[in-house]
């Protein structure tokens, strides 16, 4: 019941489908319990007395009623599946919605295989027991009482058979949910991470090849495998077990019905009928527990899926829309960025009770980043860059301080105002499947063509883009497969462009392209206009054209200033700049 009421928001909409349903299926109930009796009847009236026109008669009721009753039971099952498949389509797009929703804290506590297990296959085991819900869970209940008034009408000393049986029965069915339950979510959680290691192989193939690891995988995707194999076949085991413990139990009670009831024909108390129809009924009690263990795992798994989906739902966007939000462009310098006194780690943020380790990245930063100037961040790998970047955007929230765009911290701003105006192309674009214009215009599906021709000419893609085979319309394959690593940044450089951000990040998207090629790309940024850009960069060379420098080292402001202030006064910028360029000319 838990996970029905956990579904009921999504199926409400479609309860005309479930009242339909459960109407046919208490029609189909209702004619399996007539049956018995009319079976009782023909023993008693037709065939004792030697009556074939009583027979015949009772015998072509029954027909109909039969035919009745499938038809019913046709109509339930069918309005049934249509009711899990209406409810789950919006359950399933509704958990995408919240999925994209989430924060980059929240995706990094959260892996990809995860999110596909709890969108595929949680989902399919949801629509199971909704389809099932109406066809059968609803009639197990029905039958049950119905049939036991009718034994009880039959013959009441014989129903202390059923009432042991029925407690015996229910024990055993119990114990398995108990048991199944538990082994169920085991189950799903191997999934997670068989689907992560799965996807981990897909996207690192390469990687795979270049280090010969392929057996190496292939080990810990056999260890992963086996493990899944080994819990399910523990749960099939259990399951296996109880439908013949079941069947032996209600076996049991129909011998000792014909062993009691038998003695009761013979002294005249009971009818040979209504021993038949008593039996019958009996066998009908029986079956709602016995169909309900048939069912259980579904129950069982469904449950444990319904439990997973809800960990999605129930994960909170670590970085929240604030309430009346204020629209970046009603603020005066929309390209002015400051960081006061900011520091920042990974899943450290209020509340948060990640694992991830806390030490920051980003410690005391104070920097103001003017309007309509270009500013390189510079450091090795792991000072900070990206991590600083990341806030600007609000992909992260900072730990402490506060990071401000035209003069009000970003958390007071709306998030899409914010995103809206700017416009980030990192080291490893994502590109999808489709045209070349396609990916050009995914931040602004209406640009217009020759706007999206310009942002191509500036990112320098426009000559390679022509000399593929259909131009513009020429199709890019999943994450830019039949792209070079430079071909790819330079689309993601003019992706961004097209939107016509007010503040443009590059975060080291142009370490893949030939000196030539980046000094071409940021002279077509220099003639943007009054436009923040942001070069993140380890190339010394990226950041040589920039009006300022920031070198960040341990996640902490080393040095700040023009190219020739820091050759002058930052060893680790004079390090940095010996190093890729030699030593400096006076």
Known sequence: MSAFRRIWPWARPYRRYAIAGLLATVAS??????????????????IATNDTGYVARTAAIMVALIVAGMCASAISSALGVRLAFNTVTDMRRDLYAHAQSLSFANLDRL????????????????????????????????????????????????????????PVIGLIVMYTISRSNVLFDAVQRCIDRLNTVLQ??????????????????????????????GRASHVNRLVASLFPTLVLVSSLGVAGVLWLGGASVIDGNLTEGELVAFISYMAMVAMPLMMFAFIQPMISAATASIARIDEIFNEKPAVEEPANGIDLAETGSPGEITFRNVSFAYGGAAGNDSPIDRENALTDINLTIRQGTTVAILGATGSGKSSLIHLIPRLYDATSGQVEIGGVDVRRLTKESVRRSIGIALQQPQLFGGTVMENLRYGRP???????????KAAQAYDFIMEMPEGFQSIIEQNGANLSGGQRQRIAIARTLVIDPQIVILDDSTSAVDLETEAAIQDALAELGERTVILVAQRISTALGADEIVVLDDGRVAAHGTHRELLDSSPIYQEIFRSQLGEPVA
């Open 446 to 456: 209406t640009a217009s063509d020759e706007r999206a021709i310009d942002a191509a």
């Open 111 to 166: 892996t990809t295989g995860e999110i596909l297990t709890r969108l595929t296959s949680d989902i399919t085991k949801v629509t199971q027991l909704l389809a099932m819900s109406v066809a059968w869970i609803a009639q197990l209940p029905i039958m049950f009482i119905g049939a036991l008034s009718v034994i009880l009408l039959i013959d009441v000393s014989l129903v202390v058979i059923v009432l042991v049986m029925i």
């Open 200 to 229: 981990e192989n897909i996207h690192g193939a390469e990687v795979i090849k270049v280090f010969v690891r392929q057996d190496h995988e292939r080990k810990r995707f056999d260890e992963v495998t086996d493990d899944l194999a």
């Open 29 to 46: 109930v209702l004619i399996n319990l007539s049956i018995p009796l009319l079976t009782s009847r023909v023993i008693d009236n037709g």
